[in-house]
Protein backbone atom coordinates (compact mmCIF):
# COMPACT_ATOMS: atom_id res chain seq x y z
CA UNK A 1 0.00 0.00 0.00
CA UNK A 2 2.86 2.29 0.23
CA UNK A 3 4.43 2.50 -3.09
CA UNK A 4 5.33 6.34 -1.93
CA UNK A 5 6.53 7.51 0.87
CA UNK A 6 3.67 7.68 3.02
CA UNK A 7 2.84 9.65 6.73
CA UNK A 8 0.40 10.06 9.35
CA UNK A 9 -0.02 12.41 11.40
CA UNK A 10 -1.98 11.94 14.42
CA UNK A 11 -2.58 13.16 17.86
CA UNK A 12 -1.64 10.24 20.42
CA UNK A 13 -4.82 8.76 21.46
CA UNK A 14 -4.68 6.53 24.60
CA UNK A 15 -5.86 3.00 23.74
CA UNK A 16 -8.21 3.89 21.02
CA UNK A 17 -10.49 2.30 18.89
CA UNK A 18 -8.97 -0.59 16.27
CA UNK A 19 -9.85 1.86 13.11
CA UNK A 20 -6.99 4.20 14.32
CA UNK A 21 -4.57 1.52 14.28
CA UNK A 22 -5.65 1.41 10.20
CA UNK A 23 -2.92 4.45 9.87
CA UNK A 24 -0.10 2.79 10.86
CA UNK A 25 -1.32 -0.18 8.87
CA UNK A 26 -1.11 2.59 5.65
CA UNK A 27 1.86 4.50 6.43
CA UNK A 28 5.96 4.22 6.36
CA UNK A 29 6.04 7.23 9.28
CA UNK A 30 3.68 7.51 11.95
CA UNK A 31 4.00 10.94 13.67
CA UNK A 32 2.97 11.81 16.82
CA UNK A 33 1.51 15.14 16.61
CA UNK A 34 2.21 16.35 20.49
CA UNK A 35 3.33 19.99 19.36
CA UNK A 36 -0.25 20.82 19.19
CA UNK A 37 -2.63 22.20 21.79
CA UNK A 38 -4.73 19.27 24.37
CA UNK A 39 -8.11 18.58 23.19
CA UNK A 40 -9.71 18.41 26.27
CA UNK A 41 -12.71 16.19 24.79
CA UNK A 42 -10.66 14.30 22.69
CA UNK A 43 -8.85 10.67 23.85
CA UNK A 44 -5.77 11.56 24.08
CA UNK A 45 -6.40 11.17 27.82
CA UNK A 46 -8.84 8.53 27.85
CA UNK A 47 -9.87 5.06 26.53
CA UNK A 48 -13.21 4.00 25.75
CA UNK A 49 -13.86 0.72 27.36
CA UNK A 50 -17.35 -0.11 27.08
CA UNK A 51 -20.09 2.24 25.24
CA UNK A 52 -20.03 5.28 26.91
CA UNK A 53 -17.71 4.36 29.67
CA UNK A 54 -14.19 5.93 30.01
CA UNK A 55 -10.80 4.75 31.13
CA UNK A 56 -9.01 8.24 32.12
CA UNK A 57 -5.67 9.18 32.68
CA UNK A 58 -5.04 11.60 35.80
CA UNK A 59 -3.60 14.67 34.59
CA UNK A 60 -2.64 17.85 36.63
CA UNK A 61 -4.72 20.34 36.04
CA UNK A 62 -3.20 22.52 33.05
CA UNK A 63 -4.14 26.31 31.04
CA UNK A 64 -6.44 25.31 28.14
CA UNK A 65 -3.34 26.07 25.80
CA UNK A 66 -1.16 23.87 26.96
CA UNK A 67 0.34 21.69 24.42
CA UNK A 68 0.20 17.70 24.38
CA UNK A 69 3.76 17.52 25.34
CA UNK A 70 3.49 19.69 27.84
CA UNK A 71 0.61 17.73 29.82
CA UNK A 72 1.84 16.39 33.21
CA UNK A 73 0.53 13.63 35.88
CA UNK A 74 -1.19 14.53 38.80
CA UNK A 75 0.62 13.91 41.93
CA UNK A 76 -1.16 10.85 42.90
CA UNK A 77 -1.61 9.54 39.24
CA UNK A 78 -0.13 5.89 39.99
CA UNK A 79 -2.50 5.21 42.60
CA UNK A 80 -5.85 6.81 41.14
CA UNK A 81 -4.52 4.75 37.36
CA UNK A 82 -4.53 1.47 39.25
CA UNK A 83 -7.87 2.16 41.41
CA UNK A 84 -9.61 3.26 37.56
CA UNK A 85 -7.77 0.49 36.10
CA UNK A 86 -9.41 -2.24 38.53
CA UNK A 87 -12.78 -1.13 38.08
CA UNK A 88 -12.85 -2.72 34.60
CA UNK A 89 -10.50 -5.78 35.43
CA UNK A 90 -7.15 -4.16 34.14
CA UNK A 91 -5.07 -5.68 33.96
CA UNK A 92 -6.28 -9.06 34.88
CA UNK A 93 -5.04 -12.74 33.26
CA UNK A 94 -2.98 -12.30 30.07
CA UNK A 95 -2.74 -14.67 27.46
CA UNK A 96 0.20 -13.59 25.02
CA UNK A 97 3.29 -11.88 25.45
CA UNK A 98 2.09 -8.47 23.49
CA UNK A 99 -0.49 -8.42 26.43
CA UNK A 100 1.41 -8.76 28.83
CA UNK A 101 3.95 -6.27 27.86
CA UNK A 102 0.65 -3.71 27.78
CA UNK A 103 -0.06 -4.61 30.96
CA UNK A 104 3.44 -3.94 32.44
CA UNK A 105 3.29 -0.78 30.58
CA UNK A 106 0.23 0.20 32.39
CA UNK A 107 1.22 -0.76 35.88
CA UNK A 108 4.84 0.40 36.05
CA UNK A 109 6.65 3.42 35.71
CA UNK A 110 4.54 6.40 34.14
CA UNK A 111 7.38 8.72 32.87
CA UNK A 112 6.21 11.78 31.13
CA UNK A 113 3.05 11.73 29.81
CA UNK A 114 3.48 11.93 26.29
CA UNK A 115 6.16 9.40 26.09
CA UNK A 116 3.47 6.80 28.18
CA UNK A 117 1.05 7.63 25.45
CA UNK A 118 3.86 7.36 22.86
CA UNK A 119 4.85 3.54 24.28
CA UNK A 120 1.13 2.24 24.43
CA UNK A 121 0.60 3.08 20.70
CA UNK A 122 3.76 1.46 20.02
CA UNK A 123 3.64 -1.74 22.11
CA UNK A 124 0.08 -1.74 20.48
CA UNK A 125 1.33 -1.78 16.71
CA UNK A 126 4.10 -4.48 17.65
CA UNK A 127 1.18 -6.68 18.89
CA UNK A 128 -0.55 -5.69 15.51
CA UNK A 129 2.65 -6.65 14.13
CA UNK A 130 2.76 -3.40 12.34
CA UNK A 131 6.01 -2.37 11.13
CA UNK A 132 6.26 1.89 10.98
CA UNK A 133 8.38 3.91 11.97
CA UNK A 134 7.24 6.45 14.73
CA UNK A 135 8.47 9.99 15.62
CA UNK A 136 7.38 13.10 17.80
CA UNK A 137 6.34 16.10 15.83
CA UNK A 138 8.42 18.23 18.10
CA UNK A 139 11.67 16.47 17.19
CA UNK A 140 11.30 18.03 14.21
CA UNK A 141 12.59 21.57 13.23
CA UNK A 142 8.92 22.76 12.33
CA UNK A 143 8.23 26.97 11.86
CA UNK A 144 6.35 27.03 14.77
CA UNK A 145 4.16 29.45 13.24
CA UNK A 146 2.64 26.82 10.92
CA UNK A 147 -0.71 26.04 11.94
CA UNK A 148 -2.98 23.52 10.93
CA UNK A 149 -2.69 22.05 7.30
CA UNK A 150 0.53 24.09 6.98
CA UNK A 151 1.67 22.38 9.52
CA UNK A 152 0.84 19.29 8.70
CA UNK A 153 2.10 19.55 5.15
CA UNK A 154 5.37 20.72 6.73
CA UNK A 155 5.63 17.67 8.22
CA UNK A 156 5.45 15.75 5.44
CA UNK A 157 7.90 17.78 3.56
CA UNK A 158 10.92 17.35 6.23
CA UNK A 159 10.26 13.59 5.93
CA UNK A 160 10.24 13.76 2.73
CA UNK A 161 6.80 11.90 2.19
CA UNK A 162 5.18 11.55 -1.08
CA UNK A 163 1.87 10.76 0.29
CA UNK A 164 -0.17 11.93 3.51
CA UNK A 165 -2.82 9.68 4.78
CA UNK A 166 -5.38 10.37 7.63
CA UNK A 167 -8.48 9.13 9.03
CA UNK A 168 -12.00 9.92 6.95
CA UNK A 169 -12.99 12.89 10.18
CA UNK A 170 -9.79 14.46 8.59
CA UNK A 171 -12.02 15.90 5.12
CA UNK A 172 -12.90 19.00 6.42
CA UNK A 173 -9.47 20.12 7.80
CA UNK A 174 -7.77 19.74 4.30
CA UNK A 175 -7.79 20.88 1.07
CA UNK A 176 -6.48 18.39 -1.85
CA UNK A 177 -4.89 21.26 -3.99
CA UNK A 178 -3.14 22.80 -1.08
CA UNK A 179 -0.82 19.45 -0.57
CA UNK A 180 -1.00 19.06 -4.68
CA UNK A 181 1.08 22.29 -4.38
CA UNK A 182 3.46 20.83 -1.92
CA UNK A 183 3.52 17.83 -4.48
CA UNK A 184 2.15 15.54 -1.73
CA UNK A 185 -0.74 13.07 -2.55
CA UNK A 186 -3.60 13.59 0.01
CA UNK A 187 -5.50 10.33 0.96
CA UNK A 188 -7.81 9.36 3.40
CA UNK A 189 -9.28 6.35 5.04
CA UNK A 190 -12.86 4.59 4.89
CA UNK A 191 -14.79 4.98 7.96
CA UNK A 192 -14.08 2.23 10.18
CA UNK A 193 -16.88 -0.46 10.42
CA UNK A 194 -14.41 -3.45 12.31
CA UNK A 195 -14.87 -5.56 14.63
CA UNK A 196 -13.09 -3.70 17.49
CA UNK A 197 -14.16 -0.53 18.79
CA UNK A 198 -12.60 -0.84 22.33
CA UNK A 199 -9.16 -2.14 22.11
CA UNK A 200 -8.20 -2.69 25.34
CA UNK A 201 -11.25 -5.41 26.43
CA UNK A 202 -10.23 -7.15 22.45
CA UNK A 203 -6.47 -6.80 23.24
CA UNK A 204 -6.90 -8.69 27.01
CA UNK A 205 -9.95 -10.66 25.66
CA UNK A 206 -9.39 -11.93 22.21
CA UNK A 207 -7.28 -13.78 19.83
CA UNK A 208 -4.45 -11.32 18.85
CA UNK A 209 -5.46 -12.57 15.22
CA UNK A 210 -8.26 -11.81 15.17
CA UNK A 211 -7.42 -7.92 15.85
CA UNK A 212 -4.54 -8.10 13.23
CA UNK A 213 -7.18 -9.00 10.47
CA UNK A 214 -9.71 -6.68 11.73
CA UNK A 215 -6.78 -3.70 11.05
CA UNK A 216 -5.94 -4.87 7.79
CA UNK A 217 -9.20 -6.37 6.45
CA UNK A 218 -10.62 -2.73 6.75
CA UNK A 219 -7.53 -0.75 5.99
CA UNK A 220 -8.56 1.10 2.67
CA UNK A 221 -8.16 4.61 1.45
CA UNK A 222 -11.22 6.21 0.15
CA UNK A 223 -11.87 6.75 -3.86
Known amino acids: MTGKRT ?33 RRGRVHRCEMTPGRWLTLPLAPMPVDT ?16 KRLSIFGLPGQVATPAAERISNHLTGSLGDVTSFLRE ?7 ALDLKTDFLRSSSLDIDPALRG ?3 VIGIVQALGGQRYINAPGGRSLYAADSFRQAGIDLRFLV ?15 NDLADLRDDVRNTCHWAS
Request: glycine letters at 6%.
Open 149 to 151: QAR
Open 120 to 126: GLRLMAD
Open 7 to 39: IAVMQPYFFPYGGYFRLMAACDVFVVFDDVQFP
Open 67 to 82: RIKDLRWADDARSTLD
Open 191 to 205: PYEGRFPHILPALFG
